[in-house]
């Protein structure tokens, strides 16, 4: 483990220097947000949901590459709580990863400021509460980053946009299913699907003839989504940052976690359609609308909903793999995303993670390669950090799975060097579909395949335009592979974004480091950090 001392003052502050001055034309945008219990009627019935400032689903973030986010949160449950930001890759701040492995979760009746910078980032992604089952009562939203002006983006300006949150949906209360996750069971199916914490009511209205953005983002628990507009075409530019060849379809599969970015033109003799949010390889069909009126529609959308198979899951997987990086665009930062030959790169270490469930006491766990994942009391950050013995070792899960059945609790942490360039395969034995999210690097997915994976398939890849993205779908008795370069210092968490798996046990973190101590790898620990579990009593700056 890293040997570390208490900062000096002057490195903290120099620390939070860099971080909002890195370059001076770059703005900040400052938030307070409280978090609180209140009434909510997805279903039309009243539950208790999770409000940030007033608000179910929580505010949009609405920003540009670039901007500092400073974000103070007064968490007004009556349970600890944080927030991860899905997809901001938190450039040399994992402190602000906001999930337990790298933060003390905030406790009632206090806040904490989470402070970090859209390094180099554009596109659609989400947050959501990392703590417990909260994501069950809300407390999620959209974050949109829009490209700086010098940037040119692979598509006409849109005429508008529109932010749609879809997910699955439960009638019962998120205490209530996290005592059964907690007696060994597993969830129930879900009641509904949602779409912008509404079922069949919200409303988009734009001009006939004009184009529009949509941003959808699946913030579900369990279900994986397809998504479509009644009679419309939609045209793919941008999944999690990075822009897309531009391929039409008549509807498109996001998985749990995952978002996505069309244009949609509105082309059609002027009236309402339906917009249809439909579950795909669960037992029970859920569907829910919205309606996409055009201005002047004096006609209701109507005629059978346009769902499609629920279970095909070679369509799925072929469409999949037609999702690629466009190479001529720009990214973030005007040089072409396609000048990043990740093909060309030597893999330095492979990691096979096949995904299991098992009962371990008597309860139902999930593991990776033979451990299910339990996580200390003391983050994994702040025990590296200040080089706390006895939280993790870097022994405990193995880079392939394990020979046997037998599965045993521990704490998952893989170690890398800084810039190891990897290959990952998700190996699913299972008859589920899998989702898997990582913090603090988006990877190039490039390749899906059914059954066992096995060296020989490596000649099936993508090395050209495999999409880049940070959460990734595994299909029942299949396998995913991406490639990463880990050039981001910190502990980042690699998780199932299926809810039920992650919170039994189905995620790990990686300790990417160096032992060069730089504010140019990595920030020092924030002035207003969190301590707890055996960094409790160490003292403050």
Known sequence: MKKAILAPIFLGVLACWSVFSVIAEDRSLFFTWEITNGTIFPLGVPQEGILINGQFPGPTIEAITNDNIVVNVINKLDDKF??????????????????????????????????????????????FPSTKIHKAAGGFGALNIAQRSVIDIPYPAPDGEFTLLIGDWYKTNHKVLRRLLDLGKGLPLPDALLINGQKDVALLTGEAGKTYKFRVSNVGLTTSINFQIQDHSLKLIEVEGAHTLQETYKSLDIHVGQSMTFLVTLDKSVGDYYIVASSRFIETNLTTTATLRYSGSNRKASGQLPIDLTIDLDWSMKQAR??????????????????????????????????????????????????????????????????????????????????????????????????????????????????????????????????????????????????????????????????????????????????????????????????????????????????CGKAKHLPKF
């Open 322 to 531: 037609t999702i690629r990086l466009n190479l001529t665009a720009n990214a973030a930062r005007p040089n072409p995303q396609g000048s990043f030959h990740y093909g060309t790169i030597p893999v330095m270490r492979t990691l096979q993670l096949a995904n299991s469930k098992s009962i371990i006491n008597g309860k139902l766990r999930y593991a990776v390669n033979g451990i299910s994942h339990i996580n200390p009391s003391t983050p994994l950050k702040l025990a590296d950090y200040f080089n706390i013995p006895g939280i993790f070792d870097l022994n405990t899960i193995k880079d392939v799975p394990s020979s046997g059945s037998l599965v045993k609790l521990g704490t998952s942490v893989l170690g890398f060097t800084l810039h190891d360039f990897a290959e990952i395969i998700f190996q699913n034995n299972e008859n589920t579909i899998q989702s898997w999210h990582m913090d603090g690097s988006s990877f190039y997915v490039v390749g899906f395949g059914n059954g066992i994976w096995t060296p020989d398939v490596r000649s099936t890849y993508n090395l050209v335009d495999g999409i880049a993205r940070y959460t990734v779908q595994v299909y029942p008795k299949s396998w995913t592979t991406i490639l990463v370069s880990l050039d981001n210092k910190g502990m980042w968490n690699l998780r199932s974004a299926i809810w039920e798996n992650r919170y039994l046990g189905q995620e790990l973190y990686m300790r990417v480091w160096n032992n060069e101590q730089s504010l140019y790898t990595e920030t020092s620990v924030p002035l207003n950090a969190l301590f």
């Open 82 to 127: 944080l927030i991860t930001w899905s997809g901001v890759k938190q450039r040399r701040t994992s402190w602000q990863d906001g999930v337990l492995g790298t933060n003390c979760p905030i406790p009632p009746n206090t806040n904490w400021t989470y402070k970090f910078q859209l390094k180099d980032q554009i596109g659609t992604y989400t947050y």
